[in-house]
């Protein structure tokens, strides 16, 4: 299973918008809308952001939406804050191979 | 309060056996699936398998099929992640995280820092 791709790296200005892609294949994002998006600050686990493409858990702010169209999924932070300044990572169902969960590489948010 | 807590930081020898250990409360243990996660020191995550605590049916990543296993004892609403000879290879922090039906995970555990070196 070869990991989703992610920009290495974003950034943007408090208050700008930015966006995160996350591409896949037919096997993964493509086929399934079970794509899902981790907030990880540095020293501290994982926290899930946005489920299956475009749901967000209870207490995620809505500056945070996702998205797909094809084999790629998106994360967009409107609003942007300095505590949104984090590595980002897509995650999806995948059958390729066998059956599992596949992670993007991540994504640097640097807040200007 | 839904919570996976793990267990403490190792430091082990290359060749040398470990269990590490993920503790569920809060939740009915069986109705999710848990899920174990690798990050290598300043890498990204790496699904490394998943097993349902119900009747401890696994998948594994075939990046981890036959290094790593991983089991779960429902009676103290406990998974485990063991190897058998580590590699230096395998330094890591682990996590392990709560999925909840085929799709995101939800809760994550704090990680437990797994060191490899002579």
Known sequence: QS???????????????????????????GSYNLVSWYQQHPGKAPKLMIYDVNHRPSGVSNRFSGSKSGNTASLAISGLQAEDEANYYCNSYTASTTVGWVFGGGTKLTVL | EVQLVQSGAEVKKPGESLKISCKGSGYSFTTYWIGWVRQMPGKGLEWMAIINPRDSDTRY?????????????????????????????????????????????????????????T
């Not at chain 2, 990543?61 to 058998?84: C, N």
């Not at chain 2, 682990?94 to 797994?114: K, L």
């Open chain 2, 61 to 117: 990543s075939p990046s981890f099929e036959g290094q790593v296993t991983i089991s779960v004892d429902k009676s103290i609403t406990v998974s485990y992640l063991q190897w058998s000879r580590l590699k230096a290879s395998d330094t890591a922090i682990y996590y392990c995280a709560r999925q909840v039906s085929g799709s995101e995970f939800d809760v994550w555990g704090q990680g437990t820092m797994v060191t490899v070196a």
């Open chain 1, 3 to 29: 990991a989703l791709t992610q920009p290495a790296s974003v950034s943007g200005s408090p208050g700008q918008s930015i966006t995160i892609s996350c591409t896949g294949t037919g096997d993964d994002v």
